[in-house]
């Protein structure tokens, strides 16, 4: 489990083929890997990674075929920037979102305005995974927990401040550009308990509503939410 805070960026510093899937060496730049031991998991750019070998400046990864068809991986060169994040201790400050690392697709960079010191970015993400977006919800971009400050369609806006910008590889995106997207993993826990409840009511003849129907009257009626 991470938070999306990153701790620093890295770079791909070798890239292996391996039929259907690839190994990477990441090379950890400020990381500090002194406590971190063979079968740990690393978030590399969001995605939660295996660390199969520690070379000394680095480590070393898998990336399954799964993997690949969800991410950006495929688009990676020796030399791109990639976030990374260890991943957290039960005792560590729990400063952005619950994020698992497993990616559940990619977005594109459809926009970039400079505000003073600020960047906003509006992002393109596949509609499947629209119902999960909230406005000043959170998702993870690349790793980052951010808030969404805009929503329309299948697009949503985020602000990113200063320090995210020099600490993360966000300023390197530009129009056109691929992301990583980790929804928020509890919509998806609050939409899978409603499917198991309409099952559920299926079988003993209740009156269901489905998936398509999720509104608030019905998240009161399960007691998701309470109107004042």
């Given at each position: 489990?991470?938070?999306?805070?990153?701790?620093?960026?890295?770079?791909?510093?070798?890239?292996?083929?391996?039929?259907?899937?690839?190994?990477?060496?990441?090379?950890?730049?400020?990381?500090?890997?002194?406590?971190?031991?063979i079968?740990?998991?690393?978030?590399?750019n969001?995605?939660?990674?295996?660390?199969?070998?520690?070379?000394?400046d680095?480590?070393?990864?898998?990336?399954?075929?799964?993997?690949?068809?969800?991410?950006?991986?495929p688009?990676?060169?020796?030399?791109?920037?990639?976030?990374?994040?260890?991943?957290?201790l039960?005792?560590?400050?729990f400063s952005?979102?619950?994020?698992?690392?497993?990616?559940?697709?990619?977005?594109?960079?459809v926009?970039?305005?400079?505000?003073?010191?600020?960047?906003?970015?509006?992002?393109?993400?596949?509609?499947?995974?629209?119902?999960?977006i909230?406005?000043?919800?959170?998702?993870?971009?690349?790793?980052?927990?951010l808030?969404?400050?805009g929503?329309?369609?299948n697009?949503?806006?985020?602000?990113?401040?200063?320090?995210?910008?020099?600490?993360?590889?966000?300023?390197?995106?530009?129009?056109?550009?691929?992301?990583?997207?980790?929804?928020?993993?509890?919509?998806?826990?609050?939409?899978?308990?409603?499917?198991?409840?309409?099952?559920?009511e299926?079988?003993?003849?209740?009156?269901?509503?489905?998936?398509?129907?999720?509104?608030p009257?019905?998240?009161?009626?399960?007691?998701?939410?309470k109107?004042?």
């Amino acid at each position: 489990m991470f938070t999306g805070i990153i701790e620093t960026v890295g770079t791909i510093a070798e890239v292996s083929s391996k039929g259907d899937d690839m190994r990477l060496r990441i090379a950890a730049g400020k990381l500090d890997l002194s406590d971190v031991n063979i079968g740990d998991s690393i978030a590399v750019n969001g995605v939660c990674l295996t660390v199969i070998d520690l070379p000394g400046d680095g480590f070393w990864a898998d990336v399954s075929a799964e993997t690949l068809n969800r991410t950006t991986f495929p688009r990676q060169r020796v030399g791109s920037r990639v976030n990374l994040e260890k991943a957290m201790l039960a005792t560590d400050r729990f400063s952005g979102h619950l994020v698992s690392g497993h990616v559940d697709g990619t977005g594109k960079i459809v926009g970039r305005q400079d505000m003073g010191r600020f960047v906003r970015f509006r992002i393109q993400m596949p509609p499947v995974l629209a119902k999960y977006i909230v406005q000043k919800g959170s998702i993870c971009i690349n790793g980052i927990s951010l808030t969404i400050n805009g929503l329309k369609g299948n697009k949503f806006d985020i602000t990113v401040v200063p320090h995210t910008l020099l600490e993360t590889n966000l300023d390197d995106c530009q129009v056109g550009t691929p992301v990583n997207l980790e929804v928020d993993v509890i919509a998806r826990y609050v939409e899978r308990m409603l499917q198991d409840r309409a099952v559920l009511e299926a079988s003993e003849g209740m009156a269901v509503a489905s998936s398509g129907d999720i509104n608030p009257e019905l998240l009161a009626e399960h007691g998701f939410i309470k109107f004042p």
